[in-house]
């Protein structure tokens, strides 16, 4: 599997649930810019850390149910690690946007999800993709 924002991106909207452990692991790393190396799941309540390359501590942990492919709040949360300060907005049609409050960014992206979670994913990958051809 790939760490490319754009084929990411593509996974996710075509995602017709949570995605799967990895790929939210390389999800998670291509928005806050670290290489992925792994994404171990353990326990009953199926606990996660997602490890960038060479990183003791985990980019993200948590249970799985509260990861930002699953809770709104966990991808809120992404959004302000990976885009501090940026605005964002999720619309009933599954499509999400975030820009900067210097209005010099803007992402959103490009098919409806199934979910406002995988909704703002989409958009801030889209926004990674956006600063990879800048």
């Known amino acids: 599997m790939t760490s490319d924002p754009q084929a990411l991106r593509a996974t996710v909207e075509a995602s017709r649930g949570p995605l799967d452990d990895e790929t939210l692991g390389r999800v ?20 996660i850390a997602v490890y960038g390359q060479h990183d003791s501590t985990p980019v993200w942990h948590g249970p799985r149910h509260l990861a930002p492919d699953v809770s709104i709040d966990a991808a809120v949360g992404l959004v302000e690690r990976g ?52």
């Open 28 to 47: 998670i790393c291509a928005i806050m810019g670290v290489e992925f190396s792994r994404a171990p799941a353990w326990g009953s309540d199926k606990q």
């Open 83 to 134: 885009r501090p300060g940026w605005r964002w907005v999720v619309d009933s049609d599954g499509m999400a946007a975030l820009w900067s409050t210097d209005e010099t960014g803007y992402a959103a992206g490009e098919e409806p999800c199934t979910s406002p979670a995988l909704a703002l994913i989409a958009a801030l990958l889209r926004a990674k993709e956006a600063e990879h051809d800048a």
